[in-house]
């Protein structure tokens, strides 16, 4: 999720930025600071297109060399008795595509789009709403996804803030129209500095409480615009030391935050899935929802296991030193698949690099935990993937999702075709096959005490042991690539 770094410096470069191009163009209003096709009127509205030039983004087949059409994502094909878009059910990442301004912990801002007028005002947030809007229509996809205070500013008071985010949710709720609607939201709970501790595991209780408040609007707008799921990402739920911290007080206070969520979901009438999304570290030092395994036992010990299911990153997968196919695996035997940010890091830097997926291999084992889980919905895909930092162009965005798109659809195509072609499952299956017998059968089921397998292993003497052919699978598996 979300990294957004030099905030501070942010804004102030942004404005320096903009007050030099705008001293440079005559006629420009100030709130229109590079108009590149698009036009402000008096009142600051950006008028015509945002992306001219940019068609609706159509399939054209592997041969296609044209950058801004599918090579690979036909969202009506049929694949293993499903439609593609069904498969994929891809939403586009607001804070990422829509609030990614290139700035990291070494350097400045390095995008300002056409439309930016370097302020975080109101009439901006609405004019960024437009283009989203724009955006996900010319991609040709149906959903979105939100953090409450990437798409409104913040206020002085919490009142403040939700009027601000209750007028652009209100503009949001208007341009989706019927057939689009966020895949989920989210509260921001880790840039403002009341959050230095953690929301839920903050050691101060009225940031406890602010976080609740933060959280039960940001609930209420994700299911008055429909979304289908709701995540919580807990940055800063975590620790820098042991020393100053009371690990299992923190535990137990995140705990009750989801139970008051699930309580609240549930007196709202919102029916979408909740989702914990884990991460290792970064920014805290350790956090509490580490990978699968260790938010799957959190859930079962505080009795949230049927409350939740998990949004895996791919990024925050290789973070905890595992694969995301690992991480899907371990969330899918849970019963706890929910959703996936779809991503991935850098093998060589060592942090959260949020980069589109583009490696094929990846995405078919994406895809193969994908279709074991019998799709995702009510979850889906969501590009949690920002351009780089040397990605300047308006157009980089779009290639940048059809690539991700294209890879994933990909992914699809290689995994329906090693499962149409049995042969992987095949050589699992003879793996095992010692298991399909008399006693292997009671082992299963429980029955097999030591005496009983005792008197067996004096009855047969010592096992052969059989290849395990990890060179043949990695064979059948290239040759689906
Ligand atoms: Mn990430």
Same mark, same amino acid.
């Given at each position: 999720?979300?990294?957004?770094?030099?905030?501070?410096?942010?804004?102030?470069?942004?404005?320096?930025?903009?007050?030099?191009?705008?001293?440079?163009?005559?006629?420009?209003?100030?709130?229109?600071?590079?108009?590149?096709?698009?036009?402000?009127?008096?009142?600051?509205?950006?008028?015509?297109?945002?992306?001219?030039?940019?068609?609706?983004?159509?399939?054209?087949?592997?041969?296609?060399?044209?950058?801004?059409?599918?090579?690979?994502?036909?969202?009506?094909?049929?694949?293993? @008795?499903? #439609?593609? !878009?069904?498969?994929?059910?891809?939403?586009?990442? *607001?804070? /990422?595509?829509?609030?990614?301004? =290139? %700035?990291?912990?070494?350097?400045?801002?390095?995008?300002?789009?056409?439309?930016?007028?370097?302020?975080?005002?109101?009439?901006?947030?609405?004019?960024?709403?437009?283009?989203?809007?724009?955006?996900?229509?010319?991609?040709?996809?149906?959903?979105?996804?939100?953090?409450?205070?990437?798409?409104?500013?913040?206020?002085?008071?919490?009142?403040?803030?939700?009027?601000?985010?209750?007028?652009?949710?209100?503009?949001?709720?208007?341009?989706? @129209?019927? #057939?689009? !609607?966020?895949?989920?939201?989210?509260?921001?709970? *880790?840039? /403002?500095?009341?959050?230095?501790? =953690? %929301?839920?595991?903050?050691?101060?209780?009225?940031?406890?409480?602010?976080?609740?408040?933060?959280?039960?609007?940001?609930?209420?707008?994700?299911?008055?615009?429909?979304?289908?799921?709701?995540?919580?990402?807990?940055?800063?739920?975590?620790?820098?030391?042991?020393?100053?911290?009371?690990?299992?007080?923190?535990?137990?206070?995140?705990?009750?935050?989801?139970?008051?969520?699930?309580?609240?979901?549930?007196?709202?009438?919102?029916?979408?899935?909740?989702?914990?999304?884990?991460?290792?570290?970064?920014?805290?030092?350790?956090?509490?929802?580490?990978?699968?395994?260790?938010?799957?036992?959190?859930?079962?010990?505080?009795?949230?296991?049927?409350?939740?299911?998990?949004?895996?990153?791919?990024?925050?997968?290789?973070?905890?030193?595992?694969?995301?196919?690992?991480?899907?695996?371990?969330?899918?035997?849970?019963?706890?698949?929910?959703?996936?940010?779809?991503?991935?890091?850098?093998?060589?830097?060592?942090?959260?690099?949020?980069?589109?997926?583009?490696?094929?291999?990846?995405?078919?084992?994406?895809?193969?935990?994908?279709?074991?889980?019998?799709?995702?919905?009510?979850?889906?895909?969501?590009?949690?993937?920002?351009?780089?930092?040397?990605?300047?162009?308006?157009?980089?965005?779009?290639?940048?999702?059809?690539?991700?798109?294209?890879?994933?659809?990909?992914?699809?195509?290689?995994?329906?075709?090693?499962?149409?072609?049995?042969?992987?499952?095949?050589?699992?299956?003879?793996?095992?096959?010692?298991?399909?017998?008399?006693?292997?059968?009671?082992?299963?089921?429980?029955?097999?005490?030591?005496?009983?397998?005792?008197?067996?292993?004096?009855?047969?003497?010592?096992?052969?042991?059989?290849?395990?052919?990890?060179?043949?699978?990695?064979?059948?598996?290239?040759?689906?690539?």
């Amino acid at each position: 999720m979300l990294e957004m770094k030099n905030m501070k410096l942010g804004p102030m470069l942004l404005l320096l930025l903009c007050l030099n191009i705008v001293s440079s163009s005559v006629g420009n209003a100030p709130t229109c600071p590079a108009d590149l096709g698009g036009d402000c009127s008096d009142s600051g509205e950006w008028e015509g297109e945002f992306f001219p030039g940019i068609p609706k983004i159509k399939y054209e087949g592997p041969s296609s060399k044209n950058p801004l059409a599918f090579k690979w994502y036909n969202a009506d094909e049929e694949i293993l @008795g499903k #439609k593609m !878009k069904d498969w994929m059910r891809f939403s586009v990442a *607001f804070w /990422h595509t829509f609030r990614g301004n =290139g %700035g990291d912990p070494f350097g400045a801002p390095t995008k300002t789009w056409p439309w930016e007028d370097g302020t975080n005002s109101l009439a901006m947030a609405k004019r960024r709403m437009r283009a989203n809007f724009e955006f996900i229509d010319k991609l040709g996809v149906d959903r979105w996804c939100f953090h409450d205070r990437d798409i409104a500013p913040d206020g002085k008071t919490l009142e403040e803030a939700n009027a601000n985010l209750d007028e652009v949710v209100a503009l949001a709720k208007e341009l989706q @129209g019927t #057939k689009i !609607k966020p895949l989920w939201g989210t509260a921001q709970l *880790f840039m /403002h500095p009341r959050y230095m501790h =953690g %929301g839920a595991t903050s050691s101060e209780v009225g940031v406890y409480v602010y976080a609740a408040a933060q959280v039960k609007k940001a609930m209420e707008v994700t299911h008055y615009l429909g979304g289908e799921n709701y995540v919580f990402w807990g940055g800063r739920e975590g620790y820098q030391t042991l020393l100053n911290t009371d690990m299992g007080r923190e535990l137990d206070h995140l705990a009750r935050f989801l139970e008051a969520a699930v309580a609240y979901k549930k007196k709202i009438g919102f029916n979408g899935t909740l989702l914990i999304e884990p991460k290792p570290q970064e920014p805290t030092k350790h956090q509490y929802d580490w990978d699968a395994a260790t938010t799957a036992n959190f859930l079962r010990k505080y009795g949230l296991i049927g409350e939740f299911k998990l949004n895996i990153e791919c990024n925050h997968a290789t973070l905890s030193g595992h694969s995301c196919h690992h991480e899907l695996e371990t969330a899918r035997l849970n019963g706890l698949l929910g959703n996936i940010d779809a991503n991935t890091g850098d093998p060589q830097i060592g942090w959260d690099t949020d980069q589109f997926l583009t490696d094929i291999a990846e995405a078919t084992n994406v895809m193969i935990s994908v279709i074991r889980n019998g799709g995702l919905a009510p979850g889906g895909f969501n590009f949690d993937a920002k351009l780089r930092r040397e990605s300047t162009d308006v157009e980089d965005l779009f290639i940048a999702h059809i690539t991700g798109m294209d890879t994933l659809a990909r992914g699809l195509r290689n995994a329906a075709k090693i499962i149409e072609d049995g042969s992987l499952a095949e050589l699992v299956r003879k793996r095992y096959e010692s298991f399909d017998t008399e006693i292997g059968a009671l082992i299963e089921a429980g029955k097999a005490d030591f005496d009983l397998l005792e008197k067996k292993a004096k009855e047969w003497g010592e096992p052969k042991v059989p290849s395990a052919k990890q060179e043949l699978a990695e064979m059948i598996f290239q040759c689906a690539l």
